[in-house]
């Protein structure tokens, strides 16, 4: 019989109702050695709160964060507030002995960053985990394991794109245009997340950025308040072209205003033998080109990643190609923590905050290589 | 504050868990006048439920069906058994004077379906739903809508297909391949979404089935008792024409041999003013075909069925583009029925014993078609 | 040094202008034993004709089509007129000791085509072709050399659909319209080539029509007189179902007002081990499924059919996905004829007479079957 | 009654051949002003050349290029010759007063192509042009006037890449892969192309290189005349990031070792207003997003540019979907400039040496901001 794993939530947004759920529906589709238990969420807003935890299971609620870290009941804390509240929270509950999940990026900044990754390394041997869910999509979590195992050759070519388009000039000046909120635009947001698959599919690191660009196309935006308009402090778009150790070069892009496209999240990779490429609008997907194939047949093979037997995370959910959705990279990173807590091997690896801060890194250095209009080895961030 | 739905449950299999999950995750994304408590679960084995119950939050469990049928709080019965069973278990429940949902299709045997639709029309005016959960893809729902609102004009073609692999000669006889359990193959399995889909979206009813074919390729399987061989009393697939009261004609097929396809439920319509196509292996998105768009940019629209404001049931889930999956078709049908039960509209039309026991009909004149080797008209079946 | 091939053309429309091209490009880009030479070009309407005769490099011109089977130097007469006009041409020809290439359909109707497979069995030793250009798209001769491999085994489905749009009610009463020109409607335009490529491709023939629809949506046209509407004596649309001697099982569609497709000429077949799909719209790809393969990365592969080495044809044009057009399947054919009859071996195995008479009577024994409202063994109709 | 284009072409490899063909084909399919009469080509290799002029209709035949110039009779000279050869070639033939039209890229070094732009400023009145084929492609020339017509509102992305995977370790010691003949490796051979469309369908000019790579994966290799391995000086691959002068911002990449890609032309644009895709694999479409249409049906539209009325060099083709290949860029070409030569109008613009040699700057500037790992504004190139 498992223990149960009691859990403390700061965040009842978008972030916190996708981990509420994940939480939720873990141990309806895996067996795990340790069961979440939804102890104790926490948000500012009351009124909103109440119903939020009573939806979701949550046993208690409070305004305070810091209750959390003073209850000795709860052993994992996870972290859905905006970046700029990340390494206060997440410092604050490592200091109170818990593990914590933070999500990603990291942090708004590189220094709060810096910091967190500190915390973890003094801590008292907590485990600490990013939410970069993407990787737990199967057909991102198979597609690092067919690198591994040395089916495209070494990597040439590594193409990212994370293309959204709702940040058009009707939108008001959000706190996510606010650069002492949200640290960056489009760059923390999508790039953070394409840069951290990059690195875990093809388990290399950037070495160098060799040219950036960070733009904001919509330079005002109507103010919340109804008072005329403010400037947006971030980038809606910013790419990027990097050299990787291994001697891979890659591409990264990501924008807000990149009209036709919702969530297209790319990711393509060509090495000495083959190529896989991924678009998370068709996230069931993988497709696979075999450069040792018969030629005769030899193409892209479209890999329905849902084969219980045969890909990740699949056999926990339904027959094949009874396909799965955004939020379930959510709750098969839920089960890997659990699993993890538990003394067992997670299905993909983790990120901790060590390996959330070498992405965090690879993000600053881009916006370095945007401003000075050179190349940056990565030598030069710290 | 809203009266909780008492459910009780009959099965634990594929449905049992589809269901459970549903009843869980509705009232998550959904607000709901009638919350779903699931208070009973039933099946054979024992020693399967006891965990089963304890996974899914089933409050009770009982090895016997009709402990169900005697439970005076439980407002409403979720059958999820073999179509052999059901129309015991819901015709019993009717008259126990409960709410019934039943897997699909309705029965093995039109008789059944028959004597359900009866034990229906003279119940104390309980509400009675079938599964026909691809009705609640967000793309499907949404191609009804634009039917409905004459954006395609009048239906002319209507190609459906439901094609799956998985049943190729290594697999052993399963109740699935007996028709005494089963009642057909692929056609009952597979036709019957692809039925209720063509009949929802059309609105429309088949007048007559232009011919048929009815195929088991795979006529011996390997005991699952180890003592040789025995036949399969089942189709691997069906096949058949159709001509709709509307005037438009249409062709079905259902095929568990298809090389290829996991789980490719796909349906067109074209119209006197435009198209429309899904595939569920890509069930997000919705084809649209506009002819009367301006013909130098005039093309099928990929229409990512996402946007909270404009598509059905998008916005109880994720931002746009952040894709649901298979179950969620179910998780919206869970939340529709406690609409209804609450005295609320449905998002999409419900499917009751009525409606299926039609979609039943038009399999049984298939079927007789390929028998005859004529055309049937619907008339000629009861 | 190879001796020309001395070639009459009967016919200057769409057919006349993409044959003339055929035997324009064919010596360009294939080594032929016999180099066409555009000798003598037929057509009713002289006046269009000689600047047809000068843009295309006839060397010589006629209003009258026997003057080409009375010019002795002509070896090869192509025929490229409506429907009803093959038989009385193609005999003439045949008895003229030309060789006779053919548009297809062989004829308008069952028994014009029998005559004509009569009048080539008793013809000296001449040689018949019927312009079946799909055949010759490398996607469409990969799959036949796929299928003759072995490499999907045993073919169980054939699912050919040809889809176009442009008979819509405005377009008036054309020849094609009208059944004593054209012989029958969709069904002799689009569902000859698919029964031809789908025999073709599976070396297979039809045992039975299990059933089928013939459909004329748009009933009255108008008349090109300008008096008021007529009727349109041919279907809009046919729908049928077949059984293959070898035990697949089949389905055909043809319309002619399937909104949003153009030229959706598309064949999928699924065997025992393996699947292949090709979609002209798309021409130069060609869909392999191959069951047998590693589950973990199994899927369907684009073969982009270009590889000069790999594919048929491909190595007589561009380089690799320096991708082909609809043309050239009929430069393709071209070429194929002229090496025939230089004593060398096709490429692809090239359709005569004899074999487009199996077509027609396979377009007959359909027509019948929806007549009749029953299944036609192929045997009834002679 | 038009009066022939007589011409001359030097080259009789890949290109020449291409360009052959398009002499060859445009008047069959266009009603031009001027007819293209192939009067005179020269090549080195003499033994291969008669065979050459023979099959393509060239009337007469040199092994000595200077022939060509000297020839009276010759209005315009094709050149289809490696890279290095253009500037000796074209300077010469404009001296000798005929109109030029070069393969691209213009020349091997940004210094040829400034004399050859020097060279058309100071003739005769002679018109050059640049074979940048794929401008003609109607999908790519319906691009531009989309953009031209506001349909996509300004421009804000434009995403290029041309990927081939020919170019593996295999691959001998080709001239193209020594700078002195080949000026560069994908980069001029891919990126020109690539560049050269951003720039027509924009109708933009970049503005500011920020930052670049090029890469040589395979250093060595095997030498032609067998005697060990020799130094590839060429790139294999050339990424780029851009500024436009509109204030769009933009990626380029080519690549000849992207494994699984043959001839991936693609560019997307993105604009305040809707976005626009190709690819060249699948050439006959272009994929439309109009941000401004209703949201319920909203999506990008897949336009098959064929239709004869509404897509540009449609109508001189087939019916509709009745699709296009590779050569029918070239073709299309030839015809636009028999009609400028013709006193015609274009159907999309031509390039001509002052047009083709911005595009060379472009390319200058992005391998010296590669080289001095730097931004670098296009005032810096001359």
Redesign the interface.
Known sequence: MSTPLSIGLIGQK?MGR?H??AW??A??FFDLPRVPRLELVSARNLRELKPFAE??GWARFSAEWRDIAEDETIELVDIGTPNDLHAEQAIAMLEAGKHVACEKPLAGTLEDARAMRAAAKKCKGQKTFVWFNYRRCPAVA?AQQ?VADG??GEV??V?A?Y?Q??A??DVPLLWRFQKKHAGSGAHGDLNAHIVDMARFITGDEIKEI????A?T?VKERKRLDGKGKGRSTVDD?V???T?FKG?A?G?F?A?R????????NTIEL??????LKFD?????LLW????G?D??????????C??G???PYAGNW???????????GFVNMAADICKVLGGEQPVAALPDFEDAYQTQRVLEAALL??KE???IPMSQVK
Chains 1, 2, 3, 4 share one sequence.
Not at 280 to 284: A, G, K, L, S, Y
Not at 288 to 291: I, M, T, V, W
Not at 320 to 327: C, F, I, S
């Open positions: 978008f996708a509420s759920n939720n529906q141990p309806h939806r979701w198979l067919l089916k495209i040439q070519h193409r794109s293309l388009d709702w058009g000039p060799n040219g950036a660009i733009k196309f778009a790419l990027f072209l050299t001697g070069i591409s892009e924008s205003v990149a009209q036709g496209h919702q969530n297209r060509n090495g000495t033998k083959g190529s998370f609008e068709d996230m069931n696979y080109y075999d450069g194939d030629p005769k047949t030899r193409g892209w093979q479209r890999i329905m849902t084969a037997e045969h890909h339904w027959p094949d190609a009874h396909v799965l959705g955004y939020e379930h290589a945007a209009r050179c190349a």
